[in-house]
């Protein structure tokens, strides 16, 4: 198949891209192509495996994807009919969920910092949610790969966590910024400028430096930010991988003694139709992220999984997870312009971790968040401004900064995603249902949060404050674990029940710490991929897995 795909205004990927046939039985079949799908398919192809990975939507060229429009921006999103429930239904689509090859790493704002050492030892720690399978070390050199690979940007010295640096020099802090960075120094708060993001601060290899434009949410039109898409994507086709757009997997078919024989998916066929088709595979990744995997694992019910594949625990879509995002507006008597520069250019991480003097467990981190116009009048909607009353408070939009509370909610069996009674989609596949809620500690956390927030800004100079309630990241739903009775996958993210079936995405997290999970969801993939490339040829995927298997990276 000949590609001629702009990844940014000097980069076209114009080449010839390997083909499969369905019928041909490759080493790994990948459904997802975002921050663990996309790494994986460029780890395996480098490797010498062959990959076919598959993606529900097209091809995002940055000439004709990547507009300068909120509204024009919708067919980044994955916008395929889901249904929420619970206290409180989670919205989908332009925040938490992207269609297309990148994933939801083409609209993500490009924050990347790292988990910290205490979210792999939350239940040790705090009593609360579960420890992981792993430790922070484990994963340690994977986020250092990764942030010269995606590249990050940062400062010399992140403080929180384990200490670190970043590769790349920050990039300047836009007027947003400043206002998180004025709030919190004069509070005593400790706060860094220009990342951790996703964006290089100045030109690297055919992708330019950013521009400053302020429009990474709609998918960034100059190439500079970030994605699998121009990041890994290019790699894996150069090694020989397919990347097989508009294939919607909807089931993972078995051979008679319960290994995974492959993936069934609907094709837009050379005359329009869907048609049905099966990828066969030696081995099959689920990396359709929080909704997808479950849905797709859950509708792959058979005589020998009748409750859903690889879901013997009963874990498959439980422990749902969603960050607590609420936006904090402060209006600024001088003008702000918060459109300008990234939305993800200044962070604070000083309220992480558990404080004994708080009345709830965990913490949270403050980011800049920048909404442009559309977005900005959602959010003053949800304030109680309507009607001409809107309109006047869109006249001061270049007055306002909003940060954003980015939250830990804690794992909890009751936030799940499990499969609609009677919906479907456009091809006839069961769509998800979500229930979500919120609990005692998660709502303790959120209202400290908001008050912090809004101190910052007032501190800075803010007149007037408010918030509405956001939740972003969906992670969790197909948890790793050290046994196979607690989870659905272990520490390398292979199922406990079929020896070769993975789950690599942000499904697999245990906790979510109050980080951004892009570049952990990365480092995982890529883990794994290490694990793989020499768990294959020693014949593991033969049989299931064992507690804590042995094989080493």
Same mark, same amino acid.
């Given at each position: 198949?000949?590609? $001629?795909?702009?990844l940014?205004? =000097? ?12 019928s041909?039985?490759?080493?790994f079949?990948i ?9 994986l398919?460029?780890? #395996?192809?480098?490797?010498?495996f062959?990959?076919?990975?598959l993606e ?5 060229d ?20 889901r249904?929420s ?6 919205e989908f689509?332009a ?7 990148g ?13 910290h050492?205490?979210? &792999? /030892?939350?239940?040790s ?13 484990? #994963?340690e ?10 590249p *990050? ?9 384990k200490? $670190?640096?970043y590769p ?29 993001v996703?964006?290089?601060?100045g +030109?690297?290899g ?11 949410? #709609? ?12 990041? $890994?994507?290019?790699?894996a086709?150069? =090694? ?5 757009? +508009? ?19 609907f094709?837009?066929g050379?005359?329009?139709? %869907?048609?049905?088709e099966?990828?066969?595979? /030696? ?7 929080a909704i !997808?995997s ?9 005589a020998q999984?009748?409750?859903?594949l690889? =879901?013997?625990s009963?874990? *498959?879509g ?11 507006w402060g209006?600024f008597?001088?003008?702000?312009r918060?459109y300008k ?9 000083? &309220?992480y971790e558990?404080?004994? %003097? =708080? ?8 980011q800049?968040?920048s ?16 009607g ?6 869109m ?5 306002? +900064?909003?940060?954003?509370v980015?939250?830990?909610?804690l794992?909890? !069996? %009751? ?11 456009r091809d ?6 979500s229930?979500?809620n919120l609990?005692?500690?998660?709502? %303790?956390?959120i209202?400290?949060?908001? /008050? ?21 990241h ?9 046994s ?6 272990d520490?390398?993210? /292979?199922s ?5 079936? &993975? ?15 892009a570049i952990t ?21 033969a ?6 298997e +042995?094989?080493?990276?």
């Amino acid at each position: 198949m000949k590609l $001629h795909v702009h990844l940014s205004p =000097n980069w076209v990927l114009d080449t010839d891209m390997r083909e499969y046939r369905p019928s041909e039985e490759v080493d790994f079949c990948i459904i997802g192509s975002g921050a663990g799908g996309g790494v994986l398919a460029q780890r #395996l192809a480098s490797f010498g495996f062959s990959v076919v990975a598959l993606e529900a939507g097209p091809w995002h060229d940055s000439e004709e994807s990547m507009v300068s429009d909120e509204a024009g921006s919708n067919p980044l999103y994955w916008q395929d009919l889901r249904i929420s429930g619970g206290s409180e239904p989670l919205e989908f689509g332009a925040n938490n969920s992207g269609r297309g090859v990148g994933g939801s790493t083409i609209h993500y704002a490009g924050f990347c910092p790292r988990l910290h050492p205490s979210d &792999f /030892r939350v239940r040790s720690l705090d009593g609360v949610a579960v420890d992981w399978p792993m430790a922070y070390e484990d #994963l340690e050199p994977y986020y250092a790969r990764m942030e010269r690979e995606y590249p *990050v940007s940062g400062p010399a010295l992140y403080p929180w966590g384990k200490p $670190h640096g970043y590769p790349y020099a920050p990039l300047q802090a836009g007027t947003a910024g400043q206002q998180l960075l004025e709030g919190c120094t004069k509070l005593g708060i400790r706060v860094v400028a220009g990342g951790p993001v996703a964006i290089p601060a100045g +030109a690297m290899g055919k992708r330019p430096h950013c521009i400053m434009r302020g429009f990474c949410l #709609l998918g960034c039109k100059v190439g500079a930010k970030s994605s699998t898409l121009v990041s $890994h994507i290019p790699s894996a086709i150069a =090694n020989g991988a397919e990347i097989r757009t +508009a294939a919607m997997a909807f089931e993972i078919g078995l051979h008679s003694d319960g290994s995974a024989r492959g993936v069934r998916y609907f094709r837009t066929g050379a005359d329009g139709t %869907r048609v049905e088709e099966e990828q066969r595979a /030696r081995a099959v990744v689920v990396a359709g992220y929080a909704i !997808e995997s479950p849905r797709l694992l859950l509708n792959s019910t058979s005589a020998q999984f009748p409750d859903g594949l690889a =879901n013997s625990s009963g874990k *498959v879509g439980k422990y749902l997870m969603a960050q607590a995002g609420p936006v904090v507006w402060g209006r600024f008597p001088e003008m702000i312009r918060q459109y300008k520069a990234p939305p993800a250019c200044a962070i604070t991480e000083e &309220f992480y971790e558990t404080d004994p %003097r =708080n009345d709830f467990v965990r913490g949270y981190a403050l980011q800049t968040v920048s909404p442009l116009p559309i977005a900005m009048a959602h959010i003053l909607s949800e304030d109680g401004c309507f009607g001409e009353g809107l309109v006047q408070a869109m006249q001061d939009y270049n007055h306002y +900064a909003c940060l954003g509370v980015l939250g830990e909610i804690l794992p909890d !069996e %009751r936030n799940y995603v499990s499969i609609d009674p009677t919906a479907k989609d456009r091809d006839g596949i069961p769509v998800p249902y979500s229930h979500f809620n919120l609990f005692e500690n998660d709502q %303790r956390m959120i209202r400290a949060g908001i /008050r912090r927030a809004e101190e910052v800004l007032r501190t800075a100079g803010a007149t007037e404050t408010s918030s509405v309630h956001r939740y972003a990241h969906l992670v969790g739903t197909c948890r790793m674990g050290s046994s196979p009775s607690v989870s659905v996958v272990d520490e390398w993210c /292979r199922s406990w029940d079929v020896p070769n079936l &993975f789950v690599c995405d942000g499904s697999v997290l245990p906790t979510q710490g109050s980080a951004n999970p892009a570049i952990t969801i990365s480092a995982i993939a890529a883990r794994t991929a290490d694990w793989m490339r020499r768990a294959v040829p020693a014949g593991e995927l033969a049989h299931r897995p064992t507690r804590r298997e +042995a094989v080493s990276v």
